[in-house]
């Protein structure tokens, strides 16, 4: 097992100099034995240990690798911050295909480099990794979440990030309509796997005519099964969803990227609230919407279900007390648009200020 703590040229520029930098430490592994290459960054502990998933995935390079460690980490120091954990952010970064490479030995030499930090990070499941995995990693490491119930941990985590997302879209209702109900509200799903699916039984339950697309036909089949008569209807594509007349709501619940300069000048949507991470393709996304009118709650702050699902794995799993923890979305989202108001900005912006916030005040001696 080998423990490189020091870093290649690009890694220090971003780390010490860069604005989007500003990370605590930068932790890269390697275990020749198992093949296992990682990335573990720690962004920040100024809330308390970090805590992020570890991404398995076929990076095209290693820098490629780093540059995303360095960027998810920073995500979760706000998405934590806002969420309202006692948790730093922290992600981790597997390098390489996990359908080809991912072993049982792999995953327990990985354990041992997050176990090495005592502490410092805290692990979790994410894209290419599942709840068995993490099963894996805490045989040698017990700073591991998003476990199986069977091994003390929580299970499934997209039960509350879809409960929260809904949250979320509540909030958005009230504050644009000034009455939180969804009855009767058209909103569009794009991509329905494991929060999607769970967002259509809530939007069901409170009324709302739902349109869903996936690239994945089952994805879609097994919905529109299950509703045969009421209240679903799928459309070809996103682009195709994103047009859809008299849409209210738009929910991106792929992948990252959702909103850029293709689809925000295309949206029908009154309002963009989904569960998908980085939807602002790039910054300025976040006015564009703005200035077209469109509400945007923010991704990271609706999507916190999950993290407050897995957080709670180290206090031993309590599912009512993580729900009504996730219910707070509804009134953090309230509060972006509010200070939003307040402040004459975006809510992206209203959110990075109240997290950027909260962190500057825990460093306070
Ligand atoms: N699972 C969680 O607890 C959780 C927590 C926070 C954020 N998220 C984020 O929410 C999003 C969804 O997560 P998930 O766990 O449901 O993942 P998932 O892989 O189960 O579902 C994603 C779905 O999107 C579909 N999809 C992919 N590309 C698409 C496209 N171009 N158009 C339409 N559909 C497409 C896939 O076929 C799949 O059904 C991800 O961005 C994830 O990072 C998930």
Redesign the pocket.
């Known amino acids: 097992m080998t423990d490189v703590t020091g870093a290649p040229a690009d890694v220090l520029h971003t780390l010490f100099h860069s604005d989007q930098g500003g990370h605590e430490q930068v932790v890269l592994c390697q275990d020749r034995a198992s093949g296992l290459k990682a990335v573990i960054a720690i962004h920040s502990t100024a809330l308390g240990p970090a805590l992020g998933g570890t991404r398995f995935y076929p990076y095209a390079s290693e820098e490629e690798a780093v540059a995303d460690a360095l960027n998810l980490s920073r995500g979760m120091s706000y998405k934590n911050a806002m969420a309202g954990l006692d948790h730093g952010g922290g992600k981790a970064v597997i390098i390489g295909d996990p359908e080809q490479i991912k072993t049982e030995e792999l995953l327990l030499a990985y354990g041992r480099f997050v176990a090495s930090l005592g502490g410092r990070y805290v692990t979790a499941c994410d894209?290419g990794t599942y709840v068995a995995d993490m099963d894996v990693v805490a045989r040698e490491c017990r700073w591991t979440t998003g476990r199986s119930p069977e091994n003390g941990g929580a299970g499934d985590?997209?039960v509350l990030?879809a409960f929260g997302v809904f949250q979320g879209m509540r909030a958005s209702a009230q504050h644009l309509w000034g009455d939180p109900s969804l009855r009767g509200r058209k909103v569009g799903i794009?991509?329905?796997?494991?929060?999607?699916h769970h967002l259509v039984e809530h939007l069901l339950e409170d009324g709302a005519e739902v349109v869903i697309?996936?690239?994945?036909a089952e994805?879609v089949r097994r919905i529109l099964d299950r509703h045969p008569s009421s209240g679903v209807t799928a459309v070809a594509?996103?682009d195709a969803l994103i047009r859809v007349e008299g849409l209210d709501i738009y929910a991106p619940?792929?992948?990252?990227g959702a909103l850029n300069d293709g689809s925000v000048p295309v949206l029908t949507a009154k309002i963009v609230c989904g569960?998908?991470?980085n939807q602002l393709e790039h910054a300025g996304v976040e006015k564009d919407l703005a200035d077209r009118g469109i509400l945007y709650a923010p991704d990271y702050v609706v999507?916190a279900g999950?993290v407050i699902q897995v957080a709670d794995e180290l206090h031993g799993f309590d599912f009512e007390r993580c729900r009504a923890k996730a219910a707070k979305i509804f009134d953090t989202t309230l509060a972006i648009f509010a200070r939003a108001k307040e402040d004459g900005i975006p809510p992206a912006a209203a959110a990075d200020r109240i997290a950027e916030h909260r962190m500057a005040e825990a460093r306070r001696p």
């Open positions: 894209v985590s997209s990030t794009a991509g329905v796997g494991k929060v999607g697309t996936d690239v994945r994805s594509d996103t619940c792929a992948l990252g569960a998908a991470n999507n999950g």
